[in-house]
């Protein structure tokens, strides 16, 4: 029986409240033994530090930290306020600090000035006094080794994590399920990012339904987090397992052989990962079974659930977004490997539901017929903060989501994810999904990976092809052209096939994501003149 089977927080202050009284070790960060009593006892004292420095409800709190425990003491400690964590990317320069801390007018601004080298103060300088003037204070954690801390920046007096961890715990709790507790930046290549804004009862609520829909909860779970919690995915996974009453293994960035480590030593059940990650465990192991204590891997690359499997890990196709949460379904376990690590699947929580519209005509399709994803449920975003006409635009008139991403139903809880909308390739008149046509070129022996995309040609849209090369092969275009032609209808068929070295992408906390709109725009540069 799952610990977390009759667990129904409605605000984080009750989640942790509830791991508490699980008892016992609730984190492990590099081999260092964090019990749910003592991350509880952090998180209060931090939050009576962030009161000392003018933290109240609804202030923003910028936390800018790698994966480990001060992370989440920050976030509890927050909404013990009713404060509202800024999740920020380790990887945000300048730019993105300027933008996401300065828009978001976060009141303190948390970070790691050691941390592995990188020269946080000076991209804080970088950023500029004008564009954090809301800023009041700053926040420098730190670990033994680390360089000595400066006392200032940006003008401002830097007080040292340590010491808001000294202060007596903070006696009152201002958490409300009703009061927003995170803001998650979407990624974007052009425009700014939006902040995605979620309150406490959607937060708690998800991470109590994920841990009973994917065995978090179950005796003996261990969850290895490998992705950062400034990410939906990263966060799920960080709150699932203190939900579940089990334990939570940490590191501050993903390293594929402390990785590897930590799942042999911990004997970890559960692991969240990308496909890349997938692919560099199973690569830094000649053992035919390397991690025989997997019990399930959330997170899948098209084609990878067989080798994976004959291997010993069991992928699974998941869904999510930063607006509906992360593991928001789950494709069955009994299906084919093939078929598991499709996206989408049947929704967690028994009160969330999701249809299909057509791109056409608007209406809500029968089951089985493509359109876009809409989704109604507990674990919704608030809105978008600070900008009510991107909150109004992505909500219907009868209050579902829209997802933007193409797929189509099964049933009122059940669901097939294919692409996103903006990926969708309109040719002769028929919607094309480019993975089908990248499957197909993935299958050829000198292709590594490919992106389909689509261009304006003289007689409409057309698509074209980059394929990144295996093992250094030479890519033929015409006889990669004529290996589609065979497969696929000629509608299908990519009218170039270009070679790249290197795909143009975002970094996310939730993975890397390809720049499509990159792509369309080198295809056209590279056939000028063809």
């Known amino acids: 029986m799952s610990s977390a089977s009759n667990i129904n927080p409605q605000t984080l202050t009750e989640l942790l409240a509830s791991r508490v009284a699980v008892g016992g070790v609730a984190l492990i960060d590099r081999d260092r033994l964090v019990t749910a009593a003592a991350l509880d006892e952090e998180s209060r004292r931090v939050a009576q530090g962030l009161h000392d420095l003018g933290v109240r409800e609804g202030d923003r709190v910028a936390v800018w930290l790698p994966n480990v425990p001060a992370w989440p003491a920050c976030f509890f400690a927050a909404a013990r306020l009713g404060a ?271 249809r299909a519209r057509s791109n056409d005509t608007g209406k809500i399709l029968p089951h089985g017929e493509h359109g876009e994803l809409e989704f109604k449920g507990p674990s919704m975003l608030m809105g978008y903060f600070g900008n009510a006409e991107a909150t109004a635009a992505a909500f219907t008139e009868d209050g579902w989501f829209k997802s933007g991403d193409l797929g189509y139903t099964l049933a009122d809880n059940e669901f097939i994810f294919l692409t996103r909308m903006g990926d969708v390739l309109r040719l002769s008149g028929f919607l094309v999904n480019p993975l089908e046509i990248e499957a197909v070129l993935d299958a050829h022996p000198s292709v590594a990976v490919s992106q389909v995309v689509g261009i304006d040609g003289p007689r409409g849209p057309m698509p074209l092809a980059f394929v990144l090369p295996k093992n250094g092969a030479a890519v033929d275009e015409t006889a990669l052209i004529e290996h589609c032609r065979q497969r696929v209808a000629n509608y299908k068929v990519p009218r170039h096939v270009l070679s790249i070295a290197e795909f143009p992408f975002t970094p996310s906390a939730n993975g890397n994501k390809i720049q499509k709109a990159k792509l369309r725009e080198m295809a056209v540069t590279a056939l000028k003149g063809v």
């Open 84 to 354: 509202i964590v800024v999740a920020v990317n380790t990887r945000f320069r300048s730019n993105e600090i300027a933008d996401i801390v300065g828009r978001s007018g976060a009141k303190v601004l948390i970070y790691w000035p050691g941390y592995r080298g990188i020269d946080f103060d000076g991209i804080l300088r970088d950023a500029g006094v004008p564009a954090l003037k809301e800023l009041q204070a700053i926040v420098a954690y730190g670990e033994p080794g680390d360089p000595p801390m400066d006392h200032s920046a940006l003008g401002k007096p830097i007080t040292a994590y340590a010491d808001l961890a000294a202060c007596a715990p903070f006696p009152h709790d201002h958490a409300r399920p009703d009061l927003g507790c995170l803001i998650f930046t979407t990624s974007g290549t052009t425009k700014l990012p939006k902040f995605v804004l979620h309150h406490q009862a959607s937060m708690a609520g998800h991470a109590a339904e994920a841990a009973r829909g994917f065995g978090y909860g179950d005796a003996g779970a261990v969850t290895l987090l490998t992705v950062p919690m400034c990410g939906t995915f990263g966060m799920s996974h960080a709150l699932s397992p203190l939900a579940g009453g089990q334990l939570l293994v940490m590191l501050p960035t993903f390293e594929v052989h402390a990785a590897a480590r930590a799942i042999k030593q911990y004997a970890v059940t559960h692991l969240p990962a990308t496909g890349d990650i997938v692919a560099q465990l199973l690569a830094a192991s000649s053992e035919p079974v390397p991690y025989p204590t997997v019990r399930a891997v959330m997170g899948v690359r098209a084609g990878q659930a067989r080798p994976a499997e004959a291997r010993g890990l069991k992928l699974l196709g998941i869904y999510g977004s930063s607006e509906m949460q992360a593991v928001l379904s789950l494709r069955p376990v009994d299906l084919p490997p093939e078929q598991r690590e499709i996206g989408g699947g049947r929704l967690i929580n028994a009160a969330t539901r999701v």
